[in-house]
């Protein structure tokens, strides 16, 4: 995890949530006797992470910046090496500055990447950042959205289908 990064062109990287990354052989055309070991036709590396960037001088500005690993994850397996995925989300406290009229809008700012691969882990996955315990012993829909804040926001890649209901 990393916070207060900056050189992002004016954007300054708030929290920073690392997940998975690794260097795999993948098998790209379904066929084992062609490519290298375990028919890998290509070596691929991936490296996942969550962040929120927050615009230098902008009108949002944010605190209490937090992040987490989600319990469950998918862990394909790999020439007989189980390979643990790791996702998470980070969120922040914030608020839009007002005018003499108005008084600036706060919320709490969520942001995820659900499991791609599996519909139940991404379901359980949404579950625990809405309202599960987290390893820190506080729960996560408190935490993120208690009652006594603003509105939350919540944003991510929720695996939800086109015109199908979250």
């Known amino acids: 995890m990393t916070q207060g990064r900056e050189g992002l062109g004016g954007l300054l990287a708030l929290r920073l949530q690392d997940?998975?990354?690794?260097e795999l052989?993948?098998?790209?055309?379904?066929?084992?006797?062609?490519?290298?070991v375990f028919g890998a036709d290509l070596d691929g590396s991936l490296t996942m992470r969550d962040v929120i960037l927050v615009k230098k001088g902008g009108k949002v500005k944010a605190s209490k910046p937090d992040s987490g690993n989600f319990d469950t994850r998918y862990e394909p397996e790999v020439g007989g090496i189980m390979i643990p995925v790791d996702r998470g989300w980070t969120s922040v406290e914030a608020k839009v500055k007002?005018?003499?009229?108005?008084?600036?809008a706060k919320f709490r700012f969520v942001n995820t990447h659900l499991e791609a691969f599996s519909s139940d882990l991404a379901l359980a996955q949404a579950v625990q950042v809405a309202c599960a315990e987290q390893e820190t012993g506080r729960d996560t829909f408190e935490y993120c959205f208690p009652e006594n804040r603003d509105q939350p926001l919540a944003a991510g890649d929720f695996r939800a289908r086109p015109r199908q209901r979250a």
């Open 19 to 22: 997940e998975f990354g690794a």
């Open 25 to 36: 052989p993948a098998d790209t055309d379904g066929n084992d006797a062609t490519g290298g």
């Open 98 to 104: 007002g005018n003499k009229r108005t008084k600036g």
